[in-house]
C-alpha cells in the first residue's frame, strides 16, 4: 500500500495539470510505521507541489486511517464513517497454556535477558511489561502529537481524543477532528472551490487499464483485485494467525486487549 500510494503522488507531483488532490481513506489503520510512512509522504507531497490536498474519510479511517488524513488541508466524513481510536496497540501472540497443556516447552539461549522480550512462549516478567509500557507511550504520544499539531483541538478534545475511542461522524465533527461531513461529489466540489478550479473541473484516477462506466467512486484494478475500498486502505488480517508480534495504530475490536 505505501508503495502504491508514493507512485502515485509521485505522478500527480510530476503532472502540471494537476491542480489538487482527493485521498478516499478506508482503513481500520495498520502497523506503526506504515502509517507513519504514509503520513510522512503525503505532507512531504503537499510542500512539494503545493496543492490542496483534501481527505474524504469512507466506511472506516481509524487510527492508523485516522493518522495518514492529518496532513490534509480538509478532512470530510462521510455521515456514516467510524473514525477515531487514536492510540496504539502491542499485539502478540500467547501461547504458554497451550504448550503447558501439550507438554512442550521451548529452549532459548540469549545474551542480555532481555533479548526475547516478547516471546510468546513465556509469561511476560514485570520489568519487560514497564518496558513495553515506555514504547507504548511514547508511540501514542507521537500520535496525539500530530492531532495536537495539525487540528489544533483543545486540551479538553484532546483528552476525549485520546482515550482512544471510536466516533461516528457527528461526533468527531464536534471533536474538531474533522472538518465537514457530507458525500463524495460534495467533498470534489469543495475541493475544486477550495483550489480556485472550475466547477467541470476534470477528475482523474491513475490506473494501468481503462474501466468500464468510470466515475468517482471507481478503484484501481490493483486495488479491486484485493478487495480494497478506497485509495489509502491500511491492508489488516481480520484473524490473530495473520498478525505478527508489533506495534500498530489500529481499531481491532475483535482482539482482548489488557
Known sequence: MVQDV????????????????????????????????????????????????????????????????????????????????????????????????????????KTGRNKDMGSPYRPVTPEEKELFKGLLDRMGKRFLDLVARHRKISPEQLTTAATARVFMADEALALKLIDKIGYLPEALQELKKQSGLAEDAKVVIYRRTALPDENIYSLGPEIEAAGRTALVDLPFSENLAGYQTGFYYLWAPGFKGD
Not at 504514509?38 to 507541489?49: A, D, G, M, S, T
Not at 470530510?76 to 501439550?102: E, N, Q, W
Open 6 to 109: 508514493v507512485a502515485q503522488l509521485r505522478l500527480a507531483e510530476r503532472d502540471p495539470e494537476v491542480k489538487a488532490v482527493l485521498l478516499k481513506v478506508a482503513s481500520p489503520g495498520g502497523t506503526v510505521t506504515a502509517s507513519d510512512l504514509l503520513y510522512h509522504e503525503i505532507q512531504v507531497f503537499k510542500e512539494r507541489k503545493k496543492v490542496k490536498v483534501m481527505a474524504v474519510m469512507m466506511n472506516t479511517a481509524a487510527s492508523g486511517g485516522y493518522y495518514v488524513s492529518l496532513p490534509a488541508d480538509l478532512i470530510y466524513a462521510h455521515p456514516t464513517t467510524i473514525t477515531g481510536s487514536i492510540g496504539v496497540i502491542f499485539m502478540r501472540p500467547k501461547v504458554t497454556g497451550l504448550m503447558d497443556k501439550m507438554g512442550v516447552t521451548v529452549e532459548i539461549d
